[in-house]
DNA sequence: AACGAATATTCCTGTCAAGGAATATTTTAA
DNA sequence: TTAAAATATTCCTTGACAGGAATATTCGTT
């Protein structure tokens, strides 16, 4: 059980874990968007859309097409599902599992003892 | 749709980026511990455990309870559950949805001709 | 009261990432 | 070929953050 999930990139964390990129994130919800349109509907700065888009693109969030002059960028459904997938481990933590507390704290009386 | 999942504290992503953190996480999936156990099991030294427990803590995402010397650690809930009820924001792209590009390329023709 | 174990906190330092501004690149249109 | 639009890239500066080492704190034990 070391590598619990092989499919998630873990620094996928890292680049949602910016605002601007989970703007973006967010807003590409919606639908695939040219670089520009995203900048004017967050009020980033071009250079700045870009490379948020880049490290999203990095980490395989989004991907690009190209068409004529513009970029668009649309949503990779992978990551999500490995996070998703990653958040399952802790599925039976969410359901409030009654954690053994208890036999914890008699783990740490018996070792006193020794 | 201003405020899409209320209950979900975006820190939580930055606070679990970390990789000892998320380490730290993982490891009380498994119940809790005492800060002394997670440093020995992850190979910390004590006074980052403390710390990075203390972000996990600051965010909600671990809970602290006292006994004796030790402070016992243990996963909260509700940030897992909001991380899940953040992503399934996401569901109909994790479900590979037929996204309308088309519909989109089409827009930027007419935006053209304007 | 004094000591030791467990934990928290402080200070310092280096690293890394994000924003600003300018510039390079690519593509279309004239 | 030149100009203009859309996007990417570079350089610089600054702020945040993580680790190291030392120290403070808290609690039980004797």
Redesign the pocket.
């Known amino acids: 059980m070391s590598g619990k999930n092989p499919g998630m990139d873990m620094t996928t964390l890292?680049a949602l874990?910016?605002?601007?990129?989970r703007d973006i994130v967010e807003l590409l919800c919606g639908g695939p968007l040219?670089?520009?349109?995203i900048?004017d509907r967050l009020g980033?700065?071009?250079?700045?859309?870009?490379?948020?888009?880049?490290?999203l693109s990095d980490n395989g969030i989004v991907e690009?097409m190209?068409e004529?002059?513009?970029?668009?960028y649309k949503l990779r459904p992978e990551p999500f599902q490995a996070l998703d997938s990653w958040l399952k481990s802790f599925r039976h933590v969410m359901e409030g599992r009654i954690d053994n507390l208890e036999d914890y704290l008699r783990e740490l009386q018996n070792q006193?003892k020794s």
């Open positions: 890292s874990a910016e605002p601007n990129r040219t670089v520009g349109e900048a980033l700065r071009q250079p700045q859309a870009s490379k948020h888009l880049k490290v690009v190209a004529a002059n513009r970029r668009i006193k």
